[in-house]
């Protein structure tokens, strides 16, 4: 089981600092959460993540059903031991990625709205690849074609096996464009799937439950009335929190408001830097983001001086750490010059490099902002 | 500079145990050189390459030339710093790779004959993409089109910026097809290039020269006198040396024969697990291999019980380390499940993961060889 102390609230804003205790240590709070999907973080081997400063990683019930399988993982003792993380760990009940197999992918859409699609979800529409019942989701594997059932007590059952010490309920994840009365019948559906994941456990792993509801503060509301009602360990907010920076820091205030204070609230798959600052603000513990790590890899660093495109030949010429404020180890021995080399030569070790600066880079700007609570300056 | 004293001889064979000196640290030899063409191992980061316990790396003269260029990594103060590499360093001349852009992209081959290819190179051929002169080679560069030219004495100028430990001579890497007209003919370019190598060096780095002569024994011994007679530092053997293992074995023999026994040996690009015995027993101090990294990257795990193919699912039924003799951290720290696991689930960390046990059990087996040597049992 977990245990969530607040230690310290502030005078200006929501945020506020922790301590989650785990069967696998403490995490200081507000912290970020390595998205590591298949039991392993993009193009850096375990003992880098640790380095990193990383104190929690997510991984995806999903992605684990499909491969290796659970079973493989449960051979070794459960998820740490398989991917050699002594830390504490969570993984995410599969639901988001189950429905970005669906209405997602007929809409070539995340979960966000991007450019100007205003085609509605209506009420009982169903996706075109998949099939959603009151029970859970049909869908074929994508990695054999198998037909496959994923509800609250299957997910929770392989969430056991899978062993991390925070687990989630299983949701629906509706689409931006849902209209409001597929949102209506959505979100009934979570809260009753909420329920069914708190029934369904047998283990003694924490399990938090999923606030949903969209850009709507009555369904969010709503959500957040029904969901804190049952006795889960902590609260996820999941879905779409407006397309924009200021109505997603809007609304996450209103989701601050509306979580009972003394348990943990994880922010789920939202996380550019310029988003951080807003997230702790508005009181939120964890946050997972898939972004240090894509962008890393992409090339694009994150620094105190903003983001650098590290493909860019202009950077050959500078012999400057990526972050010269950085004290991370690619910081500490390659220039920017040697990255951006590895780059233009097609050496993945550069993905693995700017990866490591990135996650680096969000545990040490977490760090100061946990700081700044303790100053009273934030 | 550097200095070489062997300090034991076998009785049963010509097997030596040496120091290798440098101005950056020693190495113990014979010793696995790992390759670092464009001044990196091939998914590891250069931290990972030291935690193998590799000795020493090669960088490639033609590749870096071409990218980043050696004016970047001279503002580095040389390829040490650039990438972060602070031990003993060797770049090879860049006659091979401009080479195997020429007869070797012509006739789809490298240095050692594979399938059934029977057609010759005669005296005064050309190939397609590049002219050879007596002066060197031009060609126009495989990155923007931009004609290029690399002689003897611009191979030693761009070493000289890069300023690893030791440099190698200018040479020329005849197709293993080439009739003899043509080999005669190189050959007698590749010793003139040597001395010229020798004339254009101005720096305090070692400098070896290149014995060539293809499989031909008279070619070989010519070769072996006439770079030997003059003041390299140590010695490369370049080239074919037959097509199947027990000729390369009696012609690496024969060189050990042919070379000045106080100062040390190099094979050029050769080196599966089952030849280094064979290149040990035949006296040579240091050899490069793409192998533990290029295998690695393809999922196939060198193994003190043979090579394992980790991409294949029945690993994901095994929980035991790649190798259980391994005292390397993957092999410490992960089971063959969990790395078939990131194979089969596309994860870039897999590669890495491999690569470094291979290089791990390249060096540790090289460390068996040496104490074999030392205990008079090999």
């Known amino acids: 089981m977990i245990h969530f102390r607040v ?24 912290a970020v959460v390595g998205v590591a999907t298949q039991a392993a973080i993009k193009a850096l081997p375990m003992d880098d993540v640790v380095a990193t400063g990383t104190q929690l990683l997510i991984c995806n019930t999903f992605h684990l059903h499909l491969k290796p399988g659970e079973a493989v993982v449960k051979k070794h003792g459960g998820l740490h031991r398989f991917m050699h993380w002594k830390r504490p760990l969570m993984t995410d009940s599969g639901g988001f990625q189950v429905f970005s197999l ?35 989701v049909r869908f074929r594997s994508p990695v054999d074609g198998r037909s496959l059932f994923l509800g609250p007590k299957e997910s929770i059952a392989i969430q056991q096996k899978l062993g991390a010490d925070v687990m989630f309920a299983f949701d629906e994840c509706p689409p931006p464009v849902a209209g409001t009365a ?14 069914q994941s708190l029934a ?3 283990s003694r792993q924490a399990l938090y439950g999923i606030v949903q509801g969209g850009k709507y503060l009555k369904l969010r509301e709503e959500s957040a009335r029904i969901i804190t009602a049952l006795p889960f360990d902590g609260f996820g907010i ?67 001086a903003g983001r650098l495109d590290m493909k860019k030949s202009i950077f050959l010429k500078d012999t400057r750490p990526l972050d010269p404020k950085c004290g991370c180890k690619v910081c ?28 680096s880079f969000y545990n040490d700007y977490l760090a100061h902002l946990r700081q700044d609570i303790r100053k009273g300056v934030l």
Do not use: C
């Open 182 to 195: 597929y949102l209506r019948q959505s979100l009934d559906r979570t809260h009753r799937w909420a329920e």
């Open 200 to 202: 369904a456990r047998t």
């Open 7 to 30: 230690t310290k609230r502030s005078k200006q804003s929501r945020a506020r600092l922790g301590i989650l205790s785990t069967p696998h240590g403490d995490i200081e709070t507000p």
């Open 238 to 304: 999941g879905g779409e929190l407006g397309g924009d920076k200021t109505t997603m820091a809007r609304m996450l205030g209103w989701m601050g408001d509306l979580l009972p204070p003394e348990k943990p609230r994880h922010l789920l798959g939202t996380g550019h830097p310029e988003d951080i600052l807003g997230i702790v603000r508005a009181g939120m513990d964890t946050f997972d983001s898939i972004t240090p790590t894509h962008y890393g890899r992409h090339g694009v660093a994150f620094t105190s």
């Open 102 to 136: 669906g209405f997602g992918r007929d809409l070539n859409m995340g979960k966000i709205l991007k450019g100007t699609s205003r085609e509605k979800v209506r009420a009982h529409d169903q996706p075109q690849s998949l099939t959603i019942t009151d029970r859970g």
């Open 332 to 359: 500490r021995d390659h220039s920017r010059a040697y990255i951006t080399h590895l780059f233009r030569a097609k050496e993945i070790s550069a993905m693995s490099l700017v990866s490591f600066h990135n996650l």
